[in-house]
């Protein structure tokens, strides 16, 4: 990730780092990081669909419900990560106290 970061710094236009340590950060459980890398990606390039769906998954796994739906609703054209489940990915689980920042 320090290779990433590195770049990043060199090239900050460049959205595909930002959006790989986004997604490096998220599959380890870090998802403010994933949050504010994926930020910084669409502060580039606002209309890519791919990093709107991983803000939105990011979201979504950090249980920030409230910030996932308007992720997903205003990005009609991307489906959210359960698409075709029969499970709703918005349904809170029990116990859960997050809600969006």
Do not use: W
């Not at 992720?71 to 116990?95: A, L, M, V, Y």
């Amino acid at each position: 990730m320090e290779l990433f970061s590195s770049v990043s710094r060199t090239n900050p236009e460049d959205v595909h780092v930002y959006n790989r340590l986004g997604i490096a950060y998220r599959k380890q459980g870090n998802f403010r990081e994933a949050i504010a890398e994926y930020k910084k990606a669409l502060q580039v390039d606002p209309e890519d669909e791919n990093l709107c769906y991983n803000l939105g998954r990011a979201y979504l796994e950090a249980d920030m419900i409230a910030d996932a739906k308007a992720q997903f609703s205003e990005s009609p054209g991307i489906k959210t990560p359960t698409s075709g489940s029969r499970e709703d990915p918005f349904r809170r689980s029990k116990g859960s106290q997050r809600s969006g920042e």
